[in-house]
């Protein structure tokens, strides 16, 4: 059975601080694939990147970057210099392939909120 | 570009009446495509999903169901509303199982 876990459930700070959201999940496939998501007040979830199990390069795009440690079973997202416009819940999630090559649905984190005050 | 649509975006339900919500994707063509639900709580819970017309795979028993009657449209249905069928209900698709989805603008839906 997969699972992720995102035990930050709301964190909060001010405008120009960086933040690391945490994501640690639980899988026995062999192929995964790890996804950060965000949705803003309005409600639509945004995709923000994808990562498979064999790529443990970190990821930067702009003020985001992902730091994904397959030893740890880690997939960490740290925004650089917050903004107001960062404000959301920010979901965490993995899909999977087994041994047989069945699909394993997605399966998201229960999100954490981050509040950025300006 | 692809875009995927959501009809109606809120909806307030009797309990006992039926449910109609409407996803459709434009394009792309044979979209896997998702149903999931997301209560108060925040967490998403996927209902159901479709590789293909008329293939539906239902993740969780309960009182809704869901249709894929052309490659790009997928209807969630309810024949008698619950009460705990209330929350924001996305559809998404994806180009392959796997890999990233992308999700409509979600319908808000409230049992009463």
């Known amino acids: 059975a997969q699972k992720v876990t995102q035990a930050q459930t709301e964190i909060s700070v001010v405008e120009k601080e960086d933040v690391t959201l945490d994501c640690v999940y639980e899988?026995?496939?062999?192929?995964?694939?790890l996804f950060w998501y965000k949705q803003p007040p309005s409600g639509e979830l945004v995709f923000l990147i994808r990562?498979?199990?064999?790529?443990?390069q970190n990821e930067i795009s702009g003020r985001y970057s992902w730091n994904f440690q397959k030893s740890t079973s880690s997939f960490n997202f740290t925004i650089t210099a917050s903004q107001v416009v960062d404000s959301a819940v920010y979901f965490c999630?993995?899909?999977?392939?087994?041994?047989?090559?069945?699909?394993?649905?997605?399966?998201f984190g229960t999100g954490t909120k981050l509040q950025v005050i300006p | 570009s692809q875009t995927i649509h959501q009809w109606p975006a809120t909806l307030v339900q009797p309990v006992g009446s039926p449910l109609s919500l409407e996803c459709t994707v434009e394009?792309?063509?044979?979209?896997?495509l998702y149903w999931y639900r997301q209560a108060a709580g925040r967490g998403l819970q996927l209902l159901f999903y479709?590789?293909?017309?008329?293939?539906i795979s239902s993740e969780v028993p309960q009182n809704l169901s869901a249709s894929r009657p052309q490659d790009r449209q997928f209807i969630l249905s309810s024949k008698k509303l619950l009460l705990s069928d209330s929350g924001f209900y996305l559809c998404a698709w994806s180009v392959v199982l796997l890999f990233e989805q992308y999700f409509g603008p979600g319908t808000r839906l409230t049992v009463t």
């Open positions: 394009g792309t063509s044979n979209p896997n």
């Open positions: 899988t026995r496939d062999t192929t995964y694939y």
């Open positions: 479709s590789v293909g017309i008329g293939q």
């Open positions: 990562r498979n199990s064999f790529d443990e």
């Open positions: 999630a993995l899909s999977g392939a087994g041994s047989s090559g069945g699909y394993q649905k997605v399966t």
